[in-house]
């Protein structure tokens, strides 16, 4: 995939950020003051906002860059089928936002018939990411020495291949009309936590550690075992009343565990910042705030009282806002070449606007320690919100320069 194919697809992740940020600012504006009659439908609202991020900005900024610097790994091309892959991720990525605004997971009217549209979009998309799989595979099967980035994308498409199992099972009860909440529930979080927690994180350090010199690497960082350590942690994003103390015991430790290996590589690339991105430092707070909290998680008294607050929001956003947007903003914006100064005053419109939001989150979560009215803090993630939308869409006008783009396969 030739440079300029990479930065089309990074474009159209971009404008999806710009769109899905766009959309989570209506949501909490409709928190506020009400939602405005064209976006009526909160929940389907919400489904388009959080998909679009899911499918249309994170994962597929992610493949674009990991098909970027794949070639340099492994000293091989890429087929001609990537640029097909990606034009068929991003179309029906695209797609889902539309798909979702109107019913969410409920069924739309066309003509005659009545049908899931955004569970429909959210299927063929997944198919994609088999299609993307399939060719990964291709492109590194029998490799003598495979480098550390290339083991974290193994293992980060392996989650990636058992969470989108999550949304089939998802698409198939809205099929087949089944009422089983457990099930509900299963799935929901085997999609949603495992593809943010599993698939976004283990990729996402692999991308951060391409950007550093082979000679500089440690002599050896958890990639298998990591990825083991997080496949069950879904299942603590369950409802409480659905989880027994056999399945929590096992998902909490391995939470432990895993959280314990991502500081291994935090720590490792904290010690390489010089070689990183200057978003790294910011994003690498709200990684390290997310470790942090498995050490919390490890008492069922905790966790049951955090799932009954308002903190699954503030997890949510810490871990894919906080950290992967910021890192993912950081490599792009390192490829689109020199800091200038529209870049640089982005730079911190973004930062400002994620910190406020997320101490505003927080401060919901925590709403019954915290003596400002939950109103306030409502208001306070909402003007938040508008400065990271405004960051989002400001960045599609930067100028894109032939710069650094080190370690990103130029």
Known sequence: MTLRQTRVFLGIALFCLALAASTGAVLRYGMVYGMPGWAANFTAVRHAHSHLMYFGWVTLALLALIWRGLPRLTGRTLSRWVPWQMAA????????????????????????????LGSMVATFNGLTWFWFAWLYIRATRGLADRPLPVQLWDWAIFLLMVASAGAVGLAGLVITGLANIFLQQAFLHLFLDLFAVGWFTLAMLGLLWAQVDPARLPGWLPTQTLAIALAPTFILGMSPTMVTGRLFWPAALANLIGAGLIGVHLFGLWQRRDRLTSLFPFAALFLALH?????????????????STQLRVFFLHNLLLGWT???????????????????TGLGWVWQIGVAAMLLALLGVGFTQFVPIPVPMLYRMAYWASLLVAGA??????????????????E
């Open 325 to 343: 947007s910021t890192a993912l903003l950081g490599l792009i914006w390192a490829m689109w070449g020199q800091r200038g100064a529209l870049q």
């Open 392 to 409: 989002a869409v400001g960045q599609l006008f930067m100028r894109e320069e032939e710069g650094e783009g080190r370690r990103l396969g």
């Open 291 to 307: 470790s942090l909290i498995a050490l919390v998680l490890i008492w069922p008294g905790v966790w049951r009282w955090a799932g």
């Open 89 to 116: 991720t991003a179309l029906l990525a695209l797609i889902s936002f539309p798909a979702f605004w109107a019913n969410g997971y409920g069924l739309t009217q066309i003509g005659p018939a009545q049908l899931p």
